[in-house]
């Protein structure tokens, strides 16, 4: 039998509108109990003094890499990187080599997941085969081996017919599609957000327009079909009014923001920085305020990373040749806690974003510190400034644009099914 008390923190339950100092009690992997001056006989002790305690993030939109391209990540290191930031579970898309595909690939990843990752993972599997936008995958047997969503993410389903089925499909298996919303034909060879920032580096733009047309098309396809879609990485204005529109509607959409998006507008992109480069691109500081405002009413729903990792050998290129993304989990809580200290999110609405919402959105468990709920759990200083340097992380990556800049707000500890995985002082601890 395990005990593990967590004593004198700031209690921020959104599942159950709990923002109240307490004590939070694990037995067994699961919440026992939370409360005031609890029970500690026979209980190993955490002292939370001065920290959140908060159901455990859950990222719903990550790049882990493994398998097919374990140089940049692996389930291992994602994982270790994950709990990291906080991170007790994390949905990884479907675009490793090879692609997650069919049921072999995602019992794979769920293998590796419960051999070497402390993170919880959750397989997200493409939604046509190869991610190639033409013929559909087999849906019922990915979700039978686990798959919790269908993206094709990192590419845009383009051919409308194709995108109409997998919203249909998806009913009968009653899963999310999750949509990258980027019209390749309005991309074109776009790096940089299309405006004065793509003029003045004399880079080939990338215009907002190219998510607009594809949010109002799939939303207008999740109308016709009924399907749940979720809009990944909203990046613009126009993407956020469709939105808008489309909740007011009653249509079954939920949406998602990058810790990037919400926080670094395209002028950051001004020293031909490849970390800056990531797709959707770093939009105007128009685009950063509406998709703030869209996360704080509502209309977005979720923090998600998109933790995107790439060697160092490859973003030391050109602008137009690096590829795309950014590594994220190690510094979502504290870049996004930016809203919090800005006065638009109270800390329980940004729990809400970062934990309670996204498992809602994948329908696993979390979000929640209701007793007889998995003791997935984060214990969070938002006051404790800290120096990021992606070497000292646990991703295999380092592309951050945040990389070598002091921070404020750490993960003080993170809690698994009961068990500490993450403590500030002492690093990663299992498996
Ligand atoms: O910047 C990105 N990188 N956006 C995506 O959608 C895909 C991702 C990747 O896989 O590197």
């Not at 100092?21 to 067994?28: A, H, N, T, Y």
């Not at 079909?225 to 489309?246: D, E, M, P």
């Not at 007011?248 to 810790?259: M, Q």
Request: hydrophobic share 40%; glycine share 10%.
């Amino acid at each position: 039998m395990s005990r593990l008390l967590i004593r004198g923190g700031r209690l921020l339950d959104p599942a159950a509108d709990r923002d109240e100092p307490g004590d939070l009690l694990c037995q067994d992997g699961l919440v026992e109990a939370v409360g005031p001056d609890l029970d500690a006989r026979g209980a190993q002790v955490v002292d939370a003094e001065g920290a959140w305690i908060t159901p455990g993030f859950v990222d719903l939109h990550a790049h882990l890499r493994e398998p097919g391209q374990e140089y940049k990540e692996d389930i291992a290191s994602g994982g270790r990187a994950a709990v990291a930031g906080g991170f007790t579970a994390v949905a990884c898309m479907a675009n490793t080599q090879p692609v997650n595909d069919d049921p072999a690939t995602t019992d794979f990843i769920l293998d590796r997941a419960r051999q070497d990752s402390p993170a919880k993972v959750y397989p997200i599997a493409a939604a046509t085969r190869g991610l190639e936008g033409v013929v559909m995958t087999e849906m019922s047997a990915l979700v039978d081996a686990g798959a919790v969503a269908f993206s094709d993410d990192g590419r845009t389903i383009m051919d409308s017919g194709v995108m109409r089925r997998v919203l249909e499909y998806s009913r009968l298996v009653e899963v999310p599609v999750i949509v990258h919303c980027e019209d390749r034909t309005l991309v074109g060879q776009g790096v940089v957000n299309e405006g004065a920032m793509s003029t003045r580096l004399g880079l080939p733009g990338n215009p907002a327009i190219a998510e607009t047309v594809h949010v109002a098309r799939d939303v207008i396809l999740a109308e016709l079909t009924g399907a749940h879609l979720h809009v990944a990485h909203v990046s613009t204005v126009g993407g956020v009014a469709s939105i808008r529109v489309a909740r007011e509607r009653g249509i079954n959409v939920t949406a998602e923001v990058t810790p990037h998006h919400l926080t670094l507008s395209d002028e950051e992109t001004v020293g031909y920085d490849t970390n800056t480069k990531v797709a959707p691109p770093l939009r105007s500081a128009q685009d950063v305020a509406a998709c703030r405002a869209a996360l704080v009413d509502g209309t977005i729903d979720a923090i998600a990373t998109d933790h995107a990792p790439h060697a160092t050998h490859e973003k030391d290129q050109e602008f137009t040749e690096a590829p795309c993304g950014m590594i994220g989990f190690e510094t979502a809580a504290a870049v996004s806690l930016d809203l919090v200290r800005s006065g638009e999110l109270s800390p329980l609405a940004w729990v809400a974003r970062i934990s309670t919402a996204p498992a809602r959105i994948l329908q696993c468990p979390g979000g929640s510190l209701a007793p007889g709920q998995p003791a997935d759990v984060t214990l969070l200083d938002p006051e404790r400034r800290w120096h990021y340097d992606p070497a000292k992380g646990y991703s295999k990556s380092r592309n951050s644009p945040w990389a070598g800049r002091d921070l404020v707000g750490s993960v003080v500890a993170t809690i698994v099914d009961g068990t500490i995985v993450y403590h500030v002082d002492r690093g990663v601890l299992v498996p």
